[in-house]
């Protein structure tokens, strides 16, 4: 079952031309993301998640053409 899956998502990769990145643009990207949290994280009130993604309401999740709206 693990190589099925292996080549599953080998294929898949292929297809989608996704790609890993390498450690150091991993490393970069997670840098950019933790970077930006944190400045968020400082201007959020106590009872707000930084994330847009994590806020409960759905108009302050800053999604286009109205995802999230009650």
């Known amino acids: 079952m693990r190589e099925s899956l292996r080549e599953r998502l080998h294929r898949w990769r ?3 031309g ?3 990145p390498t450690e150091a643009q991993g490393t970069a990207i997670a840098d950019r993301f933790m970077a930006e949290f944190f400045a968020n994280a400082q201007e959020a009130g106590p009872d707000r998640e ?3 993604s994590r806020r409960p309401l759905g108009e302050d999740r800053e999604l286009a053409d109205g995802y999230g709206q009650p």
């Open 14 to 16: 292929e297809t989608t």
């Open 18 to 20: 996704d790609q890993l």
């Open 50 to 52: 930084a994330l847009p």
